[in-house]
């Protein structure tokens, strides 16, 4: 399996471009902005059939409208998060930024399998930092997508929108239990389970009496 990373616009939201060695499909997963991605996607001869969204905030789905009309790629996202990709429930008032609003294509729900660029990624629900926030994890290569669920030694967000018990659920209960993943993060560099099951600050709530 092929990734390349692209952090995309101010908040430096990390775009993936995955596909299989040898296929001319691929997948883009949260498109941050699109004339980085479609001028990538050119110099590798790739055609982006499946936008992935992990979840619905601006910085993920900034360039999702415009990718989608110059490849013709289905939009992919949470039912919870759909209405985020119009405007609705976004951290800031993004529409009077620029966003451009787009409708989902497809709504995914946990243990989809979505087969794209030779890939199968595999829906997890890892809700908490947003409400309708999804992991797309691809078990033939030990490796998980997790949007800012899970960051290097760090989780995302939960006070804007999001709910802090919900998220470390989310953490300890599916993503945890990746045994030996590496993992691709919504921002900033990769990590694997292993090291976030060491030195993941949010550890301490593990056995912690105000987490049930
Ligand atoms: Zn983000
Ligand atoms: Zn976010």
């Known amino acids: 399996m092929e990734i390349v990373t692209l952090p995309c616009g101010p908040i430096q939201a990390n775009a993936y471009i995955v596909w299989a060695k040898g296929s001319s499909a691929c997948a883009v997963i949260d498109p941050g902005e699109a004339g980085l991605i479609l001028d ?35 939009i992919y996202v949470h039912p919870k ?13 993004a529409m009077s930024l620029g966003m451009k609003p787009c ?3 497809v709504l995914v729900a946990d243990g989809d399998i979505i087969e794209a660029g030779g890939v199968r990624f595999a829906v997890l629900e890892t809700p908490g930092h947003t409400p309708g926030g999804v992991s797309y994890a691809v078990h033939e290569e030990k490796t998980v997508f997790t949007g ?55 550890n301490i709530y593990r056995k912690h009496p105000w987490f049930n």
């Open 40 to 74: 990538e996607l050119s110099r590798r001869q790739l055609t982006c059939t499946h936008i992935l969204l992990t979840h619905g905030h601006f910085d993920h789905m900034w360039g999702a409208a415009d990718l989608r009309q110059a490849t013709g790629a289905k």
């Open 81 to 93: 998060d759909a209405p985020m990709l119009e405007g609705r429930g976004q951290v800031m008032n």
């Open 103 to 105: 409708k989902a294509d």
């Open 148 to 202: 800012d669920t899970l960051f290097f030694e760090s989780v995302g967000r939960t006070d804007l929108g999001g709910d802090l018990q919900t998220l470390l659920h989310s953490l300890f209960d599916k993503l945890y239990a990746l045994d030996g993943y590496a993992v691709y993060p919504g921002h900033e560099e990769p990590t694997t389970i292993h090291h976030e099951q060491e030195f993941n600050p949010m």
